[in-house]
């Protein structure tokens, strides 16, 4: 980027010619004495080359493009002096000063634009004279003439920056772009011209499913399960919660919980365990679900099997306690020792098989366990000590699991059964979503400038190309109103963005 003078700070335009030249921010009036611009030439329009192409026999040629040729201006000028000493002098003072590549040009008639332009010759003078007349030339590669200022426009938030050249020639733009979150792509385009960076297809992270233990007790301590607090299987009328409980440690991660005492009342009654069911990572309990318990339910050491009866189930229920699945144990035959197992949906026993010995069990680490899985509508049970596997329906497939309750029971005044405890329960929730962030090409504050007089594009202040399109072309602004259009990632902030262009004429 260029930076200018005052052009006219020793002297007033009314002490300089017209055409007065003004070379790197000097003129050369100011810098030498008796000098002084008489005329210029090549500021004018430029002559074209146009290009044809001969179809075949077709008459005439068609045309292809036309392009500006090198511009060259040539400055026609006098220099006085009062010795061939002070010629010389001045003379090799103005050969220093417009020796230099690249040079800005700037005349007195239009100070607000500047040619680019590099010495080519200095024209001989008539030797031995003090009065001299003479010419040197600027050859000026790129042959138009740009303004002194920049423009400037922002694109305020919006997705669109509306740009006004005021120039006759068409003017590459420069855009500087700074990220205000993650983003995988800038798109820009400019009438029929696009410039993509980084990758459209790039997303901001995957969503995906996964199952998440909510819980998993092993009851040999207090893992804030709530005493008689529960909802318990439609066996009988009435199923009082009134027990005591105890927790008994087996190991280092082994033990069970039982009821110590039973209490009193006319039917099934006893402790009840309760767990509240925690809700996942994002707050949503589950719907589809698998659950998995150990439990002891036999007369193993007693010396009047035939005599004890006891109950133990472990209930799912929704957040109104209302139930979705039962599982139930029971050996409710007072002269001999007979086991049932029965399921509930809802209200309604659903299937049970009685008066065999085959659910008196003992559930140690690694032994038996039964599983409940409800997925959708459809609920599954399986009890892998006795080869039963069953599959039912339930009514509302939507139903969120909110507690799980375990009931240990004697009925009325009768023996209870000698071991009738839980010793391990979990919870697995299916279908927990979760979201992997994926990083992004673009992170939020990083910087992006497409220099566009050179079309190189730099991200955070370092030249990388290796991201940008293949079918991207410079970005340029054509006389007239046009609109700038900004596309970024569809999950991505639109980050702010800065055009600036220099205009320019023929």
């Known amino acids: 980027m260029y930076n200018f003078v ?13 055409e007065a030249l003004c070379i790197n921010g000097v003129y050369i009036e100011n810098e030498i004495d008796g000098y002084r611009t008489l005329s210029v030439e090549g500021r004018e329009l430029l002559e074209s080359e146009v290009g044809n192409i001969q179809i075949g026999n077709q008459d005439g040629r068609r045309y292809r493009q036309k392009r500006d040729e090198v511009r060259t201006i040539q400055i026609n000028y006098q220099m006085l002096s009062n010795s061939p000493e002070d010629f010389r ?81 068409p003017v590459p733009i420069n855009v500087k772009a700074t990220m205000k979150s993650d983003n995988g792509y800038l798109g820009l385009t400019l009438d029929d011209r696009f410039y993509q960076i980084g990758h459209p297809e790039e997303v901001d992270g995957k969503k995906y499913e996964v199952n998440v233990t909510l819980f998993d007790d092993h009851m040999w301590k207090d ?27 087996e190991s280092a991660n082994e033990g069970y919980i039982q009821c110590t005492n039973y209490k009193t009342g006319n039917s099934w009654h006893g402790a009840a365990m309760t767990k509240i069911v925690p809700a996942d990572e994002n707050g949503k309990y589950p719907v589809n679900w698998r659950s998995c318990w150990r439990f002891d339910f036999n007369t193993d050491g007693a010396t009047d099997k035939g005599s004890q009866i006891g109950h133990n189930s472990v209930t799912f229920s929704d957040g ?35 008066n065999t010995t085959k659910f008196y069990v003992t559930a140690r680490e690694g032994g038996p366990c039964v599983v409940v899985e409800k997925i959708g509508a459809k609920v599954s049970v399986r009890f892998s000590y006795a080869g039963i596997s069953k599959t039912f329906q339930v009514e509302d497939k939507s139903a969120e699991l909110r507690k799980v309750t375990w009931y240990g029971a ?28 994926i990083p992004n090409y673009f992170a939020s504050g990083d910087g992006v400038y497409l220099d566009g007089m050179f079309n190189k594009l730099y991200i955070n202040d370092v030249i990388n190309m290796d991201t940008v399109d293949i079918g991207s072309q410079p970005l340029l602004l054509p006389p007239g109103e046009h609109t700038l259009g ?21």
């Not at 709530?226 to 027990?243: A, C, D, I, K, S």
């Not at 839980?422 to 927990?432: D, E, G, I, S, T």
Request: glycine content about 6%.
């Open 320 to 354: 109104d306690d209302n139930i979705i699945v039962s599982v139930v144990f029971e050996d409710n035959n007072v002269n001999s020792e007979r086991s049932d197992m029965a399921i509930y949906i809802g209200q309604k026993r659903v299937w049970d098989t009685k």
């Open 410 to 437: 004697t009925y009325k005044g009768y023996v209870a059964i000698r071991n009738n405890l839980l010793r391990a329960l979990q919870v697995v929730k299916y279908n927990v979503e979760r979201y992997e962030d």
């Open 6 to 18: 005052d052009t006219v700070s020793k002297q007033s335009s009314t002490e300089l010619p017209s």
């Open 223 to 249: 893992r804030g399960w709530l005493l008689n607090q529960g909802v318990t299987p439609p066996v009988t009328p009435e199923r009082l919660q009134n027990g005591v409980i105890s927790y008994t440690k």
């Open 89 to 169: 002098e001045k003379f090799n003072k103005l050969c220093a000063l417009i020796n230099n590549e690249e040079s800005k040009l700037i005349f007195l008639d239009e100070p607000d634009k500047y040619y680019i332009g590099t010495k080519e010759s200095i024209g001989d003078v008539d030797s031995g004279r003090l009065n001299v007349k003479g010419s040197f030339t600027f050859t000026c590669s790129d042959p138009y003439k740009y303004k002194i200022t920049e423009k400037t426009a922002n694109n305020e938030g919006g997705k669109v920056i509306t740009l006004q050249n005021d120039g006759t020639k």
């Open 486 to 506: 900004i596309v970024t990632s569809t999950f991505s902030e639109m980050p702010e963005v800065e055009v600036t262009y220099r205009e320019r004429w023929i």
